[in-house]
């Protein structure tokens, strides 16, 4: 059955191919503003289609009503079968290359005839790009390098996007009769950044029916393998998901096993090597061939001199002398988080009011949110002038007089402009209850340039959390170049807070940094830049980076109640010299 986010991925599809058919703009925006309209359901599709009252909703016409409906009825409909036999699936393709958008997809397509990635790049190597309008030297060498970061991140997924795509598969086998026990494993369950494919693990006193369910699912487009014990599948996404059935004298075992990480799994079989034993996914067995009757990971961990050792930690960075010498950090927890920071409203580039989003907060049993729209110079993100800060401030004291639940504070997200100064003057700074800095242009400075420029926006007084420090998107975009250790010693220097980007597309700062920057007493915060209500919910995605980068609660500013953020705040300007 269609989703929603599906039927918004088919209009998004369809108004692309408008666009590299040469159709007019209006037509093709108008598939592009229903797609956006069928974002933001949070209604089922179906039962708003039946009901007629998507008809209602602002972006849907009569016309692509009518597409809707059939496409939910029959899985597609006239105009999607027209454009996808005029514009090749290849062709679709160019459009993940970054700086690919549908009109240079079309402009190569009518006049170079390039139907694929592979076709592109052979024209870029061949400096055929750079003599057609609006491309040039510069944007064929960046395409070049876009497409070379593709094939390197080629078969991996967000995590986000396989946690959402093997959720309805581990909920389908686990509700098969006869199932006792399930579990996901691999990197998915030790929170990776990306993910390869995923693996499931079950409990079962039959295993065959179990299978047949796996392998029927709808997203299954091929089964690559069925047997009695596993199963693998390719979903239409092209995620491969593998299935294991096991005894349930081995499920301890196999848990740690298919968990990972091989590094880890290495350390821990040397380890129990050296005590006489020898583990693998069957069982800890001894000289004598008998295994222990460990019922789960925490017993087999004791039984090898180990405290418990936390999935996102288990990639040997430490954690096996840690857990010997009972020096393992007591991890960080969703429900440690009190609220958080950096949320966009419809006031820059969000989707939802301010009210809006505090409700979302409030659901989530947040006791504070605060807000984090684009500064001026964000024009191409809606970014608020002067008296728009101002404007803001007066909906934030109202909600707060209003005596909500929740406290709101009141923040922007300012770009790091070119030479590290910060958006707006000082005087507006300094009526905000924190500033969270962040660059969102020029990308291509050399190192020094680029650690100068965030330097100097960390050094002044008014900024309280440097956003997303590195500028990654991941699968799509790498870094900018930047020391940073540098950076982490900055934030240390100048009581600035880094920031945990949660949105499953940033996860920056990656949690290897998190860790070092966790060692030398840097502060750190979770953010979701959440653009809409739903997604204020992906703090959860940092608080895994934060488990993998070792934090405690005490390590994170967003643990604190709303008082103790007012104190810390106050307490800083008092420090920094701005009170």
Same mark, same amino acid.
């Given at each position: ?38 974002? @933001?359901?949070?209604? !089922? ?47 679709? %393709? ?27 790049? &052979? ?53 098969? *009769? ?10 998915? &369950? +030790? ?5 390869? %494919? ?29 047997? *009695? ?31 990972? !990480? ?38 087999? =961990? ?22 010997? /010498? ?7 927890? @969703? ?24 409700? $979302? ?16 110079? $964000? ?5 608020? /002038? ?22 709101? =504070? ?10 590290? !100064? ?10 905000? %209850? ?22 100097? $926006? ?24 930047? /020391? ?25 700062? %990656? ?28 703090? +959860? ?18 643990? +604190?109640? *709303?008082?103790?953020? +007012? ?13």
């Amino acid at each position: 059955m269609l989703t929603s986010n599906d039927v918004a991925a088919i209009l998004n599809e369809v108004a692309v191919m408008l666009e590299i058919t040469g159709a007019t703009v209006f037509r093709s925006r108008a598939f592009r503003n229903a797609a956006h309209a069928v974002e @933001e359901l949070t209604t !089922s599709i179906h039962d708003l289609v039946t009901t007629g009252e998507l008809r209602k909703i602002r972006g849907i016409g009569k016309s692509i009503f009518s597409d809707i409906e059939n496409l939910l009825a029959h899985g597609s409909f006239a105009l999607y079968d027209e454009l996808r036999t005029a514009v090749p699936e290849s062709v679709l %393709d160019m459009l993940r290359v970054s700086g690919m958008g549908p009109k240079k997809v079309k402009l190569v397509y009518d006049t170079l005839g390039i139907h694929s990635v592979e076709d592109l790049e &052979r024209a870029g190597r061949d400096g055929l790009l750079a003599a057609l309008p609006g491309f040039g030297e510069k944007t064929q060498g960046n395409i070049l390098r876009a497409i070379e970061r593709m094939k390197k991140y080629q078969g991996r997924f967000l995590l986000s996007t396989a946690e959402n795509q093997a959720q309805p598969i581990v909920q389908g086998v686990a509700s098969v *009769p006869g199932v006792s026990r399930h579990l996901i494993t691999g990197s998915l &369950r +030790r929170r990776r950044e990306t993910i390869g %494919d995923v693996d499931i693990l079950v409990c079962a006193s039959d295993a065959e029916p179990v299978m047949e369910r796996f392998t029927s699912f709808d997203t299954v487009a091929s089964v690559n393998a069925k047997g *009695p014990t596993k199963s693998s599948v390719i979903l239409t996404s092209g995620l491969q998901v593998d299935l294991r059935v096991v005894k349930e004298e081995e499920f301890a075992f196999a848990s740690h096993y298919f968990t990972g !990480s091989k590094e880890h799994n290495t350390e821990i079989r040397a380890r129990a090597k050296k005590m006489g034993l020898r583990l693998n996914e069957y069982g800890l067995f001894d000289s004598k061939e008998h295994s222990d009757p460990c019922g789960d990971e925490a017993a087999l =961990f004791a039984r090898l001199g180990l405290d418990y050792i936390a999935p996102e930690l288990r990639e040997n960075t430490g954690e096996i002398e840690a857990a010997k /010498n009972h020096t393992l950090p007591a991890l960080i927890e @969703e429900g440690d988080i009190h609220g958080v920071f950096h949320c966009h409203t419809n006031r820059s580039d969000g989707h939802n009011t301010l009210a809006e989003m505090v409700g $979302a907060a409030d659901a989530l049993g947040h006791a504070f949110f605060g807000t984090g729209d684009h500064s001026q110079t $964000a024009v191409y993100a809606g970014g608020l /002038n002067v008296d728009a800060v101002r404007a803001q401030r007066r909906e934030v004291d109202a909600l707060n007089r209003a005596g909500g639940r929740v406290a709101v =504070f009141h923040g922007v997200e300012s770009d790091i402009l070119a030479d590290g !100064s910060l958006d707006y003057p000082d005087d507006v700074l300094g009526e905000l %209850d924190y500033v969270v800095a962040s660059v969102h242009s020029q990308f291509t400075m050399g190192e020094a340039q680029m650690t100068r420029r965030i330097v100097r $926006a960390m050094s002044n007084p008014h900024t309280v959390i440097l956003g997303h420090p590195t500028g990654r998107i991941l699968l799509k975009r790498d870094g900018y170049a930047v /020391n940073l250790r540098t950076i982490i010693d900055a934030a240390v220097e100048y009581e600035v807070a880094l920031e945990i980007n949660a949105h499953p597309y940033r996860l920056d700062l %990656d949690w290897r940094h998190v860790r070092a920057a966790r060692d030398v007493g840097a502060m750190i915060v979770i953010n979701p830049d959440a653009h809409n209500t739903d997604e204020v919910a992906y703090v +959860r995605y940092g608080v895994g980076v934060a488990r993998k980068g070792w934090l405690e609660k005490k390590d994170v500013l967003n643990t +604190r109640t *709303p008082s103790q953020v +007012r104190q810390y705040l106050r307490e800083r300007r008092v420090r920094r010299g701005i009170a």
